[in-house]
């Protein structure tokens, strides 16, 4: 495949994912977690802290809330990265495994320490060796590609925080 052919590809794709999500443009990456907040009607907790893993993110939802934790020591692109990543997860209705689908009690019980037994049952994976893995993977590159990296409206993530509201 020529370098034109990948270039339009990318550019298709990168059309695609504005185009569904609803972003503006020059969108940052609160604006992408906003808008896949009010397309699953749910908000979006951003967990940042150390993960004493060999994972860089993950995800998990409980009953109303998703979450997506990041490692506080990952480099600021790499955040955005697992970030996008994770966002794709959600976005695309990909359906974690049932250990991975954890209920309030649960969830709030991760958000200390956490030990990595757990975390690896939450996780449920850790490699890219699925469909939906590699798909999450493509889908959040063109994501963080649409993103405004501009330091003034993309700080490194050093807080965890909420973003968006059912509306209920």
């Known amino acids: 495949m020529g370098a034109f052919s990948l270039w339009w590809m990318r550019r298709r794709w990168a059309r695609r994912v504005r185009g569904e999500l609803g972003l503006p443009p020059?969108?940052?990456?609160?604006d992408a977690i906003q808008?896949?907040?009010a397309r699953r009607g749910r908000p979006i907790r951003l967990i940042v802290e150390?993960?004493?893993?060999?994972?860089?993110?993950?995800c998990a939802q409980s009953e109303d809330t998703d979450y997506i934790y990041v490692?506080?020591?990952a480099s600021p692109l790499l955040q955005h990265q697992v970030v996008c990543h994770e966002l794709m997860h959600l976005h695309l209705g990909h359906e974690p495994a049932d250990h991975?689908?954890?209920d309030d009690e649960v969830s709030r019980a991760l958000f200390g320490v956490m030990d990595p037994d757990i975390v690896r049952l939450v996780l449920g994976r850790d490699e890219y060796d699925e469909d939906a893995e590699l798909e999450a993977e493509i889908m959040g590159t063109v994501l963080l590609q649409c993103?405004?990296?501009?330091?003034?409206?993309n700080k490194a993530l050093t807080a965890s925080f909420e973003i968006g509201d059912t509306g209920v």
């Open 35 to 37: 808008a896949v907040s």
């Open 71 to 73: 490692d506080a020591h």
């Open 26 to 30: 020059d969108p940052s990456l609160q």
């Open 50 to 58: 150390p993960l004493q893993l060999r994972v860089s993110g993950y």
């Open 100 to 102: 991975r689908k954890i």
């Open 147 to 153: 993103l405004d990296m501009s330091p003034q409206r």
